[in-house]
């Protein structure tokens, strides 16, 4: 792309959005190459891992090698599996009957590559069997790639399934680092699509701000209505709507409950869905529930949700190429994260992609003992969160952050509360 009049990469701008048709005048979203550069991503990190092979049961994990999705349902229960070597196509093993002839329909790129996929779960006393059976025709194809030497990275499976594949002799080892470290940097297609995710999130926070947040409305209404008009337009799934308000804010219950909203009360509304072609949206924003004459944030709201605001800002200026994830932990407040040293969730952060959680998290857990190098072109959610005892309300935030090659680059755009950030 020409940018000497945009002055930098399209993909590095919010502002600059592609629309999800296709169109013969312009470039917008490149399907082939995406695939194309996923996996040529996959099998750089394979070798850089020295594995001869991946096996995939994760369903995110087989889309990204693949390109292939049937639907959530069968992401994570283990009925599908891919193949990966460093020659030829992947290898998909598809549910057989129906799935595998749509496969063979949808997957032109895929021809000649899609076999039944043997199921092993839930087979009660044919469980060993089965799982002997499914490691078999993994192990066919290892063989047509002449690999079943080499080490064999597994991403995930269950205990029939690993001693399933202990019988065969292979060298298994973990997969999910070399997988992670492809996914965790987005190519520009990539980077387009979670850009698309975040207008639509975007779109659906202001139409909650403006229109559905009402006195009298229950939480859960507000769910429903965020999913009806993110699914109108073009998401693939809600993933999970939390809304809490009033009480239901201290301590943060993270789920949509049929608790009635009423006047004064801060709602936290976190959006985490699946937008086009399966890239995440995942963002929180605050409000403040005004009532017929409008009501303002308290002094005390506003300095709670200053609180939040700057610290994940002081987080995001940190998210840079060439930081590691020590200096965006040590921008968070202290809180059970060092109390406990483990991951609470809610002053941390997360790289998103085709699932929620991604790649990397950020704690103050263990990221300032652990550091890992951050990346340009990487894409993280992170959040902050005013956890104080004794409460009444409080409150949460959450941006969607491109590390660009100029530093970090917000595409969350949905306004804040005013009364709160001004200076």
Not at 2 to 8: A, E, K, L, S
Not at 41 to 68: E, P, Q, W
Not at 286 to 315: H, N, P, R, W
Request: glycine share 8%; hydrophobic share 40%.
């Amino acid at each position: 792309m020409d940018t000497r009049f945009i002055g930098q990469p399209h993909s590095w701008d919010p502002r600059r959005l592609y629309s999800q048709t296709g169109a013969d005048w312009q470039q917008r979203v490149d399907f082939d190459r995406l695939r194309k550069e996923r996996l040529q991503k996959l099998r750089a990190s394979m070798k850089a891992h020295d594995l001869g092979a991946l096996v995939l049961f994760a369903g995110a994990n087989i889309r990204y090698a693949t390109a292939s999705y049937q639907g959530n349902w069968k992401y994570n229960i283990n009925i599908r599996y891919a193949v990966v070597t460093h020659t030829g196509d992947p290898v998909l093993f598809e549910t057989a009957g129906s799935d595998l002839h749509c496969a063979e329909i949808d997957l032109p790129w895929m021809e000649g590559k899609i076999r039944p996929a043997i199921t092993w779960q839930w087979a009660e006393g044919a469980v060993p069997y089965m799982a002997g059976r499914m490691a078999e025709s993994v192990m066919e194809v290892l063989k047509e790639a002449g690999v079943t030497k080499e080490k064999i990275g597994i991403d995930n499976f269950d205990m029939p399934a690993l001693e399933a594949f202990q019988k065969t002799g292979l060298k298994i080892v973990n997969g999910w680092p070399a997988v992670s470290a492809a996914r965790v940097v987005k190519t520009i297609d990539e980077i387009e699509l979670l850009k698309q995710a975040s207008s639509i999130g975007d779109a659906a926070m202001w139409k909650i701000k403006y229109e559905w947040l009402k006195p009298g409305v229950r939480e859960r209404e507000i769910e429903a209505k965020v999913h009806e008009f993110m699914l109108e337009r073009g998401c693939e799934i809600i993933y999970d709507i939390i809304v809490a308000s009033g009480g239901n804010t201290s301590p943060y219950r993270r789920w949509a409950t049929d608790k009635l909203i009423r006047q004064g009360d801060l709602v936290i509304v976190d959006i985490n869905a699946v937008g086009p072609s399966g890239y995440f949206i995942d963002f929180v924003r605050c409000f403040k529930c005004g009532g017929a004459q409008g009501m303002k944030m308290t002094q005390k709201e506003i300095d709670l949700y200053k609180e939040v605001y700057d610290s994940m800002y002081a987080g995001i200026e940190q998210l840079k190429p060439g930081n590691t994830t020590a200096d965006v932990a040590k921008a968070f407040p202290e809180y059970d994260d060092d109390k406990y040293g483990t991951v609470t969730l809610q002053q941390f952060a997360h790289s998103i992609g085709i699932t929620l959680y991604e790649g990397m998290w950020m704690s103050r857990a263990y990221s300032l003992k652990y550091p890992a190098e951050i990346k340009e072109n990487m894409y993280f959610a992170i959040e902050t969160f005013a956890g104080h005892p004794g409460l009444q309300q409080t409150a949460r935030l959450e941006e969607n952050v491109l590390v660009s090659g100029k530093g970090p680059v917000v595409f969350t755009l949905m306004e804040h509360m005013e009364e709160a950030i001004k200076r």
